[in-house]
């Protein structure tokens, strides 16, 4: 049995899985995408040998610690805080980006619509690990003026990824490419393994659609005249894919809470998707657990409990 088959449950059956998880993590592009599913069966595949993936928010925080990654070389790096798993998933992820083509890499990046931002962020992680900056500000409003320029200079080797056939990229480019890259592929990894904690679907909930701009549902509390509610709604996305023919994101944000014994909606907690799909699961499940921990739930606002025991 594999470490992540309880995904089968949302995603379905192992041979579509890579295709059913960028589907359901708000990438279905990756679906056409040869060299996108290739690589994330592979991320997924090394990632389900390992011994644990349990820290799945070291994955998705990955971007934080990027200038390790921005690294060629790993023997002389001292590595932040992180699991032994996590260490070893991004380094595969690293050498799986790199041996793709430079075409390969734009396919890639197109199919998961990477993100104009994250690549600018991660351009200035590889030239700071390749040669780190030395300021000559002598002021505060001198090295303002020099980050400044630093974003500016950054924000245009990024732009010509678009006007500059793949071929063409220098290596500090194709490095910002690949270090985006881990940390999206890295976050899909997290994903199926957060999908694969539970070992039966959540207990699916009534969704009813006003006006079609959102999604809530309610259900009642056991031995009470509470309710648990949840809410999806469309969310704008300020961000945009570096290339114009990706997919534009989308965002859903998800919220689930309780009323309070004056009828008033209290929130407890919440997140954002890439997909109804994903919005759907995270609030059943989160439902379901504070329905079933109605007694030992407290509020996130207040550190009151959800329910007290009559």
Known sequence: MGRFDNAELVLGPLEDRAAALCRFAGHPAAADSPSTLALVASA???AEQLASVDRV????????????WGRS???????????????????????LLEQLTPEQLQ??????????????LALGFVEEAAQPREFQAQSIEDFALEEQLAEERIEEEVGKLLLDAPADWSGPQRGAVVLALVWDVADLVAQIAQLSVLGALPTPLLWQHPGGEHACTS??????????????EPEEYEG???????????????????T??????????????????AARWNAERVAQWLLVNRHRVTSPQNGERLIVPS
């Open 260 to 277: 309070g014994s004056e009828g008033q909606r209290l929130w407890f907690k919440g997140g954002r998707t890439g997909s109804v799909a």
């Open 219 to 232: 259900a009642l509390v056991p031995d009470t005249d509470l309710l648990v509610w949840a809410r999806i």
């Open 107 to 120: 396919e890639v990046g197109v199919a998961l619509s990477v993100s104009h931002d994250m690549v600018s």
């Open 44 to 46: 997924v595949g090394f």
């Open 73 to 95: 070389a790993y023997d002389d790096v001292t590595y932040p805080e992180l699991s032994a798993p996590t260490q070893a998933v991004a380094r595969q992820l690293h050498v």
């Open 57 to 68: 928010a070291e994955l998705t925080e990955l971007w934080r610690l990027g200038y390790v």
């Open 240 to 258: 945009r894919p570096s290339w114009s023919q990706s997919r534009l994101q989308e965002r859903l944000r998800w919220s689930v809470g309780w």
